[in-house]
């Protein structure tokens, strides 16, 4: 069984920040990658930023620049740095993590967190 517990999130005037954070327990190892998602009201789920086991990083050109992804090993959890928000950036922003070694992977989902820009 694998936990996930966001937290951070809240409201923001835009060009603020936020920082992010996803604690994960139970049976996460090993752990493939550890991501971030978000989904606006009306639109899909969308990829916002993945760090993998070995560290590497990738973004969606939306937020390149101004969100960092980054990892404690030591305390299972992975954050996400959020400088310079925009409106929007509003949405509800879901960790995941991915347990594995490809091609056999399970992926496991946090409750979300809301982020709202707005002034």
């Known amino acids: 069984q694998v936990q996930l517990v966001e937290s951070g999130g809240g409201l923001v005037q835009p060009g603020g920040s936020l920082r992010l954070s996803c604690a994960a327990s139970?049976?996460?190892?090993?752990?493939?990658?550890m991501c971030w998602y978000r989904q606006a009201p009306g639109k899909q789920r969308e990829s916002v930023a993945a760090i993998t086991s070995a560290g590497s990083t990738n973004y969606v050109d939306s937020v390149k620049g101004r969100f960092t992804i980054s990892r404690d090993n030591a305390k299972n959890t992975v954050y996400l740095q959020m400088n310079s928000l925009k409106p929007e950036d509003t949405a509800v922003y879901y960790c995941k993590l991915v347990r594995g070694t490809l091609p056999g992977t399970s992926a496991y989902w946090g409750q979300g967190t809301q982020v709202t820009v707005s002034s």
């Open positions: 139970g049976s996460i190892f090993p752990i493939y990658a």
